[in-house]
């Protein structure tokens, strides 16, 4: 069974906030709990990356240089967007926070607050329910969970990085087919564009050895220049 505790710690979080030390401090904070998760220091940037990717949750500062938070709330739940938002602000007043659930949020931390109550708060949110199913994908003996990010190889459990179970399961998804360098890159970085192709070469490298190691009997082949698939042998 999909244990919650696993299911929760891989999700995705947008962090839309103008303050950088603070913006430094939660990604460094929700990293450290397990969230995966992308910064952005302004509403423009922020609804750029949403419309863009998936994002588990968002966590919306209310004070923004080019627009107000609420804004940016408004917009997204008018276009039906349901996405867990927990809005951070400065506002300590009743009247903000009716206003801030009002406009959709579903949650809120008045500044200054404590990691581990955001921490907290996030799990909290995206154990609603509602929340995908797992889809379990499969090549040859190897299993994968796509939201408990579990390998299972003949029946057996395994260790794989996270970024290795993300490389795996784009892979998998797309079994048999050319899955481009870049297309690794963009999920595996988000956009962060820190990881370079020579990284992914790394991963790939780690990932194929650990599916040896573990006796898959699944390859991942190189096509050089374009990219990976992987198949059973
Ligand atoms: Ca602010």
Do not use: W
């Not at 990691?115 to 708060?121: D, V, W």
């Not at 490298?205 to 992987?230: A, D, E, K, P, Q």
């Amino acid at each position: 069974m999909l244990e919650i505790q696993t299911l929760v710690h891989t999700m995705r979080i947008l962090l839309i906030e103008d303050n950088r030390r603070l913006a430094q401090s939660l990604t460094r904070g929700l990293r450290g709990e397990g969230f995966d998760l992308d910064a952005f220091g302004n509403a423009e940037e922020g609804v750029n990356a949403f419309s863009a990717l998936h994002y588990d949750a968002v966590v919306l500062d209310l004070g923004l240089p080019d627009r107000d938070g609420l804004d940016v709330l408004g917009d997204l739940r008018k276009a039906r967007n349901e996405v867990p938002v927990l809005i951070l602000t400065a506002r300590d007043s009743v009247e903000s926070r009716v206003m801030g659930l009002d406009a959709g949020a579903d949650d809120y931390l008045v500044k200054p607050f404590a990691m581990t109550e955001l921490a907290a708060r996030m799990r909290a949110l995206l154990r609603r329910p509602g929340q995908p199913l797992a889809t379990l994908l499969k090549v040859g003996n190897t299993e994968l969970n796509s939201a408990g990010r579990q390998v299972t190889i003949d029946n057996k459990s395994t260790h794989f990085s996270l970024r290795e179970i993300k490389a795996l399961e784009i892979l998998m998804r797309r079994e048999g087919q050319v899955v481009p360098k870049t297309t690794l890159e963009d999920n595996l970085n988000g956009l962060n564009k820190t990881a370079t192709q020579n990284s992914i070469e790394v991963l790939i490298f780690r990932l194929r050895r650990r599916l040896g190691l573990y006796g898959s009997n699944c390859s991942i082949h190189t096509l050089h220049g374009i990219g990976y698939l992987i198949k059973e042998n």
